[in-house]
């Protein structure tokens, strides 16, 4: 398991970025990144399972582990999705946080990935793209 790090700073306060982040629509939008007509299913309340899908049904599901509203999300991830099924991984501690520090110029978002080598490759290149996309909706739409 290797944690990868990825931060940037926005010109918005943490509950404009924070809202960008978890709506449903502007979530759509920055996951775009990841891939094309990305949501997700479910609530985001500490404990409970969140489904991340793609337009064919397959993603992956996760359980929330914090919520504290405009400063941290963390998803512990438990599986893949095929066609809708839920298949189990052994994936460890593969998490993935996003942490909003508030400072004088607006929102430094940090985003801390526990993955394994397998995804490694994929989060360092979409990582960044999706950020940017973060801080451009979060600027835009003050």
């Known amino acids: 398991m290797e944690t990868l790090i990825f931060e940037i700073q926005i010109h918005a306060s943490p509950e404009k970025v924070w809202s960008i982040l978890w709506d449903d629509i502007s979530y759509r939008q920055w996951t775009t990144a990841f891939t094309e007509g990305s949501f997700y299913q479910g609530t985001l309340k500490v404990g409970s ?3 991340f899908f793609d337009p064919q049904n397959n993603g992956m599901y996760s359980r929330v582990e914090k919520n504290i509203p405009n400063k941290e999300m963390k998803f512990l991830h438990l599986g893949e999705i095929y066609d809708g ?3 189990p991984q052994d994936w460890g501690e593969a998490t993935e946080a996003y942490i909003l520090e508030e400072n004088e110029e607006g929102t430094l978002l940090k ?3 526990n993955t394994s080598d397998e995804f490694k490759g994929f989060f360092e290149e979409k990582f960044p793209v999706a950020l940017e ?3 451009n909706l979060s ?3 003050l």
């Open 49 to 51: 399972i969140v489904k």
């Open 85 to 87: 099924v839920e298949v």
């Open 111 to 113: 985003s801390k990935i």
């Open 133 to 135: 996309i973060v801080k």
């Open 139 to 141: 600027e835009i739409q």
